[in-house]
């Protein structure tokens, strides 16, 4: 088996990000990338996410250039990867991003497993006033995709 | 449902990695980074790997900083993520290199799926003098790891 590879279409590569929930953001800092996975949900040029404080929200902090990436896997070995270069935008919890952050928080809590990676409880709303967590999203400004089929 | 996190010991990472295959390298060019999956074989410190030339390439050579991520899903919804920093080092197809570039192969074409992503027929040898194909290796300089399990 051989596998056929073409870039994708803008519109293919939206709905791979509309029907993906889990992906890889990198950021960087002083040069030195960082890779992690994390549950996201994307929405008009936005991935909105969450996260605990740390390494990975003080970089973005500090250069806000980021990137996202998420993959399909169909039938066979077929694959859809695609690649999203964004900027990252805080929704702090104050009366300028409360819409957003409720936002995000509708969008995110539909996927019953939002709360595996950051550790939370089912009943801990991250969207309170006094939750530690950060809410975020990507703001689209590239993307690309590759896919790949299986060929006899 | 909710989920316990604790960090890995050093152990538990090179475990991780000597059982993937499959990981997430990161890397970024002029404060921009990129992130795309990639197949590697982990030995001794070092994630052996080989891509076709193109962005990833560029940017690591210009930039050797670089981040590779490794997961592993386990019983239940339990999981395992290790996060590499290190250093790229290309092993190009001259004296000096062959003897890591001939590794990397023998490493690599253990795994019947290693072409997928480079579009490689199985009779195409990469490791042969005239093949496009870049081989390289992520030197570790910094492994992390967390993992997560379910608890009542």
Redesign the interface.
């Known amino acids: 088996m051989?596998?056929?590879?073409r870039d994708m279409t803008q519109a293919e590569c939206f709905s791979v990000l509309e029907e993906s929930r889990f992906g890889?953001?990198?950021?960087?800092k002083d040069?030195?990338?960082?890779?992690?996975?994390i549950y996201f949900a994307y929405q008009n040029g936005i991935a909105y996410a969450f996260s605990m404080p740390g390494r990975k929200i003080d970089s973005m902090r500090e250069?806000d250039?980021?990137?996202?990436?998420a993959?399909r896997w169909q039938a066979g070995?077929s694959?859809a990867?695609v690649?999203v270069?964004g900027r990252y935008q805080e929704f702090p919890d104050t009366e300028v991003w409360r819409s957003e952050r409720l936002h995000a928080w509708s969008l995110l809590q539909k996927h019953s497993?939002w709360?595996?990676?950051g550790?939370?409880?089912?009943h801990e709303l991250p969207v309170a006033a006094k939750s530690p967590h950060v809410f975020y999203g990507i703001l689209l400004r590239e993307v690309t995709g590759r896919t790949?089929a299986a060929v006899e």
């Open positions: 051989t596998m056929s590879l890889h953001l990198a950021c960087s040069g030195q990338p960082y890779v992690v996975p250069n250039k980021v990137c996202l990436q993959q070995k694959w990867s690649v270069e497993d709360w595996e990676i550790a939370l409880k089912p790949a």
